[in-house]
C-alpha cells in the first residue's frame, strides 16, 4: 500500500512539473532562416495548438493557416516555431499580435554566412512524433549566439508558487493534526474496545462449554 501511495504522489509532481515546463515561457537564442504560412490539418494532437486568430470567426475547424518560424540554434541542430495568438484563453499569454510577430521574424531572417541572431521567447515542446510545435510570444536582436538572458519571471513564478504550496501543506498538516487525528484515534478506539468485548465474550462463551464437557 505504501508503493501504491508514493508511486500515486510522484504522478501527481510529475504531471505539474510537464504542465509547468510546457506553459512557463522559455528563451532560445537562434538564426532564423525562414517564415512562412502552411495548412494544418488538427487531429489527435490539436489539444497542443492554440485557438484561431481573434479576427477569424470559426474556432472548430478541422484545419486552418498556421504561422511557422524555421530556424537554427547555435549548435546547427535546426528547430521549428509555430506562431498563433492565444487569445483570453490558456495558456494566459494574452497574446494578440502574431501578425506582427511574423513581419518582426520576417525582417530578422538571416543567413549561414550573415548571421543575425534573436532570442526567442515561447512556450510548449517540439516533438517531431507528435508533431508539435512551441508556440512563438515575442523576439527580439541580441549580439551574438553566446547571449543569455536570466529568466527572471519564471524564478519569480516558481518560488511564489513554492510558497503557496508550503503555506497550504503547513495549513493542511495543522487542520489533521487538530481535527482528523483525534477522529481517527477515537474511531480506533472505539474499535479496539469493541475487539476486546468481542474477544472477552468469546472467551466467557469457550469458558461455559468447558464446563459443560467436563460434566
Known sequence: ???????????????????????????????VVKTEVRRVDFGENSIFWAQQDTAQESATSVNRDVRFVEAFLPNGRPIVYRNEDTGWGWPPYFKLDS???????????????????????????????????????????????E???????????????????????????????ARIDPMVENVEDSLYAAGDALSERRGRFRRWLDSWKQK
Do not use: C
Open 1 to 31: 500500500m505504501r508503493y501504491v501511495k508514493w508511486v500515486f504522489i510522484l504522478t501527481i509532481w510529475l504531471l505539474a512539473g510537464a504542465f509547468l515546463h510546457y506553459t512557463l515561457p522559455q528563451n532560445d537564442v537562434v538564426r
Open 99 to 145: 501578425s506582427n510577430l511574423q513581419a518582426e521574424l520576417t525582417d530578422l531572417a538571416s543567413t549561414k554566412a550573415d548571421p543575425q541572431w534573436v532570442l526567442l521567447r515561447h512556450y510548449g515542446w517540439r516533438n517531431e512524433f507528435l508533431s508539435i510545435f512551441p508556440n512563438a510570444v515575442a523576439v527580439k536582436p541580441v549580439d551574438g549566439p
Open 147 to 177: 547571449y543569455s538572458q536570466v529568466n527572471w519571471f519564471n524564478i519569480i513564478f516558481l518560488t511564489m508558487l513554492a510558497a503557496v504550496v508550503w503555506a497550504l501543506y503547513v495549513r493542511w498538516r495543522r487542520f489533521r493534526r
